[in-house]
């Protein structure tokens, strides 16, 4: 089986807005900005034989202000400008209770059913709470950028950039496995 390093797509892909102390995902094309820096450091995962999972809550689309051509606009700008191997979203409301909304892990058990992952020796790359608490639930390890929407849940690592997280990914890729017999 593969090992996979899911990447939230807001704030660590691309830049969001703050307002009123919350993360803002961009709604038109032209907002949409790609952190720069991030595509040589998936090219690194993607040589040392990852496969490379964007996952993304995008209640909007639900909620009926980010229409969908435009969410289809910014992720065929995302697939042309990183080397990603598949961008999945949950497009529904916390209210919807859907089983692929983060923190729910459904995003996740969906991308290694596709890509045949081992989740338990996959990554997950974050900002936010939501994506440590569905690494806990399929056994990934949670690497999160520090930032305010870590919250108080599990989560494995907090480091300062991207980049200190592809090096602590590529550090554990490369630690030897103890089995317990």
Same mark, same amino acid.
């Given at each position: 089986?593969? $090992?996979?390093?899911?990447? =939230?797509?807001?704030? @660590?892909? +691309?830049?969001?807005?703050? =307002? !009123?102390?919350?993360?803002?995902?961009?709604?038109?094309? =032209? /907002?949409?900005?790609?952190?720069?820096?991030?595509?040589? $450091?998936?090219?690194?995962?993607?040589?040392?034989?990852?496969? @490379?999972?964007?996952?993304? +809550?995008?209640?909007?689309?639900?909620?009926?202000?980010?229409? !969908?051509? /435009?969410?289809?606009?910014?992720? #065929?700008?995302? !697939?042309?400008?990183?080397?990603?191997? #598949?961008?999945?979203?949950?497009?529904? #409301?916390?209210?919807?209770?859907?089983?692929?909304?983060?923190?729910?892990?459904?995003?996740?058990? =969906?991308?290694?059913?596709?890509?045949?992952?081992?989740? #338990?020796?996959?990554?997950?790359?974050?900002?936010?709470?939501?994506?440590?608490?569905?690494?806990?639930?399929?056994?990934?390890?949670?690497?999160?950028?520090?930032?305010?929407? @870590?919250?108080?849940?599990?989560?494995?690592?907090?480091?300062?950039?991207?980049?200190?997280?592809? /090096?602590?990914?590529?550090?554990?890729? +490369?630690?030897?496995?103890?089995?317990?017999?």
């Amino acid at each position: 089986m593969k $090992l996979g390093v899911f990447f =939230e797509r807001d704030g @660590i892909l +691309n830049q969001a807005r703050v =307002e !009123r102390q919350q993360q803002v995902s961009p709604l038109l094309l =032209e /907002e949409f900005k790609i952190n720069a820096g991030v595509a040589p $450091l998936l090219k690194q995962l993607k040589t040392a034989g990852f496969t @490379i999972i964007v996952t993304t +809550n995008q209640p909007g689309i639900s909620r009926g202000y980010l229409p !969908r051509r /435009e969410l289809d606009r910014m992720h #065929d700008l995302l !697939r042309r400008t990183l080397p990603i191997d #598949d961008l999945l979203i949950c497009a529904h #409301d916390d209210t919807d209770h859907c089983p692929c909304r983060k923190p729910r892990p459904g995003l996740f058990t =969906e991308a290694a059913h596709k890509w045949r992952l081992n989740l #338990d020796r996959s990554f997950v790359v974050s900002d936010k709470w939501q994506d440590a608490e569905a690494a806990r639930a399929v056994g990934a390890t949670s690497l999160l950028v520090k930032s305010p929407w @870590i919250g108080a849940a599990h989560h494995d690592f907090v480091l300062p950039d991207t980049k200190a997280v592809v /090096e602590k990914i590529l550090q554990l890729q +490369n630690s030897p496995v103890t089995v317990a017999v």
